[in-house]
């Protein structure tokens, strides 16, 4: 059930502000109605009322008591009105002059009646109620599948299924072998361009019996498709059935994206307000169900071959699926990453959290990910530059291993910024590792990988001779000889430090 509090969080992304509210928050609503009579009852009633063509907030209030609503949506008025003078219990709240009526309405009546149908368990949002009305009608047994082939619902009497329908439900997408044939049939492309039902020829080879596919489809926007199991092309009220079954279930589609983008969007809302340290940090992690301690933040790409953008926003849409109770982290999507505020003390349970996100990818995905230090909720903006600094790091490794945490990799993240400057052309081009890199070059020596070796060992001679591969008098007479090329005081400790600052830096050897 909706209340009032989720109401008025996602209606202020809308330019709607509660102005005043003499009810609790938890009030759960389930109706909308708008302000009129019919002819069995002079006033409908209902839990929140638009209040179109109020010329006051004095008036709006007043419908609000007769239709017994306890929230009242009010447009384009005179705000000053005295609340406290009333003795109404209802909710007011003002609506943006620039939002009309229309959008508004839209997404009111999509929030309150999807949380009211969700909640009854098989009310017209339960796409596997639909799957089952639809297969009923066509006479045969039906699947509802996303853009991405993978399967939303399906009807009950799949005991007769052929190979290729048992395994794609079973795993919950169709597999490999079966997109790759509808992909050469042309069957994606059809679904692309036409709200036309297309029959789709049995594959002894591939496990398949016949198909009739209809994309489910909003205008120009594909939302799924409804696939059935029949030997032969369906026709008349058969095919009409189906027809009108793709019709529905693209509004279902449509609505349960909406609601579900407009929770995305007042998450993302308040995540990026933590981590652009806002005053009320610590207010907007309540409000997000986070703790105010032991926060990591994750900055997460990914891409499939060369396509980024749509990667990007099925990484998103993975990361927010679920009811906020049900997964652990909250996130935001932001320039081209997803970055995500999760409870995880041990940089492992962040680790685990980027595993399970790329096992619900498809398997072609490139993911990268970096993950901060602990922070507290206050302290996620300096957590962030933390996060995008390990994602680089991972990227740089071709994504390959763990996704590093910044507590865990402070030094190759230290070099790796010392390694940027280089690259900008920031590298002396004179001063001793120069000067030996040179000499190398021109004669063939191994100075500096000789130089690398010893500080790396800590001027242990023996140990920086087996790194070589030589005798440690071997090592002791080359650093002699390097005196001869360049000004090198190895008694110097700032003369070691400054040294090998620069060979981390610039040297690829």
């Not at 995500?340 to 990268?368: D, H, I």
């Not at 020596?445 to 790396?456: D, Q, S």
Request: hydrophobic share 45%.
């Amino acid at each position: 059930m909706v209340t009032l509090d989720r109401l008025v969080n996602v209606l202020g992304g809308y330019g709607v502000r509660l102005r005043s509210c003499s009810v609790s928050r938890a009030t759960e609503l389930s109706s909308v109605v708008l302000p009129e009579a019919t002819a069995e009852r002079a006033v409908v009633t209902g839990d929140v009322l638009l209040a179109v063509g109020a010329e006051s907030v004095e008036q709006a209030v007043g419908w609000a008591g007769s239709a017994r609503a306890v929230v009242v949506l009010v447009r384009g008025v005179d705000e000053q009105f005295g609340f406290a003078e009333t003795g109404d219990a209802v909710a007011v709240l003002m609506v943006d002059p620039a939002v009309a009526w229309s959008e508004l309405a839209a997404v009111v009546y999509g929030l309150v009646l999807e949380g009211r149908e969700t909640e009854s368990g098989r009310g017209p949002t339960d796409l596997f109620a639909l799957a089952d009305s639809v297969a009923d009608t066509v006479g045969g047994p039906v699947t509802i599948e996303d853009r991405l082939s993978r399967v939303l619902a399906y009807s009950r009497g799949q005991q007769h299924a052929d190979p290729a329908r048992v395994e794609t439900i079973l795993s919950r997408q169709a597999p490999q072998y079966l997109r790759a044939l509808l992909e050469q049939r042309g069957v994606f492309a059809h679904l692309a361009d036409s709200g036309e039902p297309l029959f789709v020829p049995g594959d002894s080879e591939h496990g398949l019996s016949g198909r009739m596919v209809a994309a489910a489809r909003t205008g120009r926007r594909l939302l799924g498709s409804v696939w059935v199991a029949t030997p032969t092309p369906l026709e008349g009220a058969r095919l009409a059935a189906l027809t009108d079954g793709a019709h529905t279930v693209a509004l279902h589609l449509l609505r349960s994206r909406a609601s579900a983008d407009l929770e995305r969007q007042v998450e993302s809302e308040l995540v990026i307000r933590l981590l652009e340290g806002a005053a009320d940090s610590a207010t907007a992690a309540s409000r997000l169900g986070l703790p105010p301690e032991g926060l990591r933040v994750i900055a997460v790409h990914a891409r499939v071959g060369a396509d980024r953008d749509a990667a990007l926003m099925l990484l998103f849409e993975r990361a927010t699926t679920g009811f906020g109770w049900s997964r652990p982290g909250r996130s935001a999507l932001s320039g081209n990453a997803v970055y995500t505020v999760l409870p995880a003390r041990e940089a492992e349970t962040a680790r685990r959290w980027v595993s399970a996100l790329r096992s619900a990818l498809p398997e072609q995905a490139c993911v990268s990910a970096g993950i901060s230090a602990v922070a507290s909720a206050t302290e996620l903006a300096s957590a962030l530059p933390e996060a995008d600094e390990c994602l680089a790091l991972h990227e740089i490794r071709s994504s390959s291993g763990p996704a590093p945490a910044y507590d865990e990799a402070w030094q190759d993240i230290l070099l790796q910024r010392l390694r940027t400057a280089a690259k900008s052309g920031r590298t002396p081009a004179r001063g001793p590792v120069a000067d030996l890199r040179r000499h190398d070059s021109a004669h063939g020596t191994r100075y500096v990988a000789t130089l690398r070796a010893w500080l790396e060992t800590m001027g242990d001679l023996a140990r920086a001779g087996e790194r070589l591969g030589v005798h440690e008098n071997t090592v002791r007479y080359r650093l002699r000889k390097m005196a001869d090329v360049t000004t090198l005081d190895l008694e110097d400790s700032r003369m070691r430090v400054a040294t090998m600052i620069e060979l981390a830096a610039a040297d690829t050897d």
